[in-house]
């Protein structure tokens, strides 16, 4: 079920996409399926320790209109 919620990172509009499309253009999409998964897992298991809800902020990810080629929700933070 993991791997299903994975897929959903293809979408432009997923928190997890830029992610899934730097470990797809080096591995492959079916490892970038279950890398998501991997990271899912990680961040659902954190969330049930701290017994808190989903931070976007603690994934390194930020949220906007970014327009390169197409426009994307989220990209990766900077460094």
């Known amino acids: 079920m993991v791997c299903e919620a994975a ?3 293809r ?3 997923h928190p997890l996409n830029p992610y899934f499309v730097a470990l797809s253009a ?3 999409s079916r490892m970038a399926v279950i890398a998501v998964a991997h990271r899912l897992c990680r961040i659902m298991f ?3 320790r701290n017994q808190s ?3 976007i902020e603690k ?3 930020e ?3 970014f327009v390169r080629t197409t426009v994307r ?3 990766r933070k900077a460094a």
């Open 7 to 9: 897929q959903h990172a």
């Open 11 to 13: 979408r432009t509009d």
């Open 26 to 28: 080096k591995r492959g």
């Open 46 to 48: 954190a969330m049930l």
């Open 53 to 55: 809800d989903f931070d």
């Open 59 to 61: 994934i390194g990810i």
């Open 63 to 65: 949220e906007g209109a």
């Open 73 to 75: 929700r989220y990209r």
